[in-house]
T-cell receptor, first 108, second 113 residues
Framework: RKEVEQDPGPFNVPEGATVAFNCTYSNSASQSFFWYRQDCRKEPKLLMSVYSSGNEDGRFTAQLNRASQYISLLIRDSKLSDSATYLC?????????FGKGTRLSVIA | DAGVIQSPRHEVTEMGQEVTLRCKPISGHDYLFWYRQTMMRGLELLIYFNNNVPIDDSGMPEDRFSAKMPNASFSTLKIQPSEPRDSAVYFCASMTSGEETQYFGPGTRLLVL
């Protein structure tokens, strides 16, 4: 079983739509959680951390369910510029473990 | 401030040749990571250093791969001899102790013919 699993997509959504990505992780000792964003032919960059209580950054909301070992990212009012691959990331004693990513295409 | 710097940005070589990838981490960062990314396998950690010391190289695929960090501002990843299956994007990332955000370089796109 892979340590971090994501639906690869692609998710093709119209502008203004709400889209949600899910991720599961296998190691219950995982300490911290993140979403990274990777644009086409670019490097991954931190989008946001994920806290147990859930957290929001503008149109983006991240949720963590430790009991189910499940992480989610919700994007409201999608913009064309949100088109990218979203990587679910788990920290298990310093080295980050990356999911393969979920590709999002926002269409005009 | 300069981010993580990698060179070359692109490398095309023939099977059997030696390839050296270079990385300069962000100044003051004491962790350095080397990753490989392919469509099939996603982003894989190859090796990471803390204070220039290799901590975990279990992700290095085989003896053809080696990495060094002679000082805090420079690291190399070497493949000798290279094979077509080594074709991938190789990323270097750095991080500072006490924080969890890794900052990635732009990557080196390697094509082995």
């Amino acid at each position: 079983r892979k340590e971090v699993e994501q639906d690869p997509g692609p998710f093709n959504v119209p502008e203004g739509a709400t889209v949600a990505f899910n991720c599961t992780y296998s190691n219950s000792a995982s300490q911290s959680f993140f979403w990274y964003r990777q644009d086409c032919r670019k490097e991954p960059k931190l989008l946001m951390s994920v806290y147990s209580s859930g957290n929001e950054d503008g149109r983006f909301t991240a949720q963590l369910n430790r009991a189910s070992q499940y992480i989610s990212l919700l994007i409201r009012d999608s913009k064309l510029s949100d088109s990218a691959t979203y990587l679910c990331v788990v920290n298990i004693n310093t080295p980050l473990v990356f999911g393969k990513g979920t590709r999002l295409s926002v269409i005009a | 401030d300069a981010g993580v710097i990698q060179s070359p940005r692109h490398e095309v070589t023939e099977m059997g040749q030696e390839v050296t990838l270079r990385c300069k981490p962000i100044s003051g960062h004491d962790y350095l990571f080397w990753y490989r990314q392919t469509m099939m396998r996603g982003l894989e950690l190859l090796i990471y250093f803390n204070n220039n010391v290799p901590i975990d190289d279990s992700g290095m695929p085989e003896d053809r791969f080696s990495a060094k960090m002679p000082n805090a501002s420079f690291s190399t990843l070497k493949i000798q001899p290279s094979e077509p299956r080594d074709s991938a994007v190789y990323f270097c990332a750095s991080m500072t102790s006490g924080e969890e955000t890794q900052y990635f370089g732009p990557g080196t796109r390697l094509l082995v013919l």
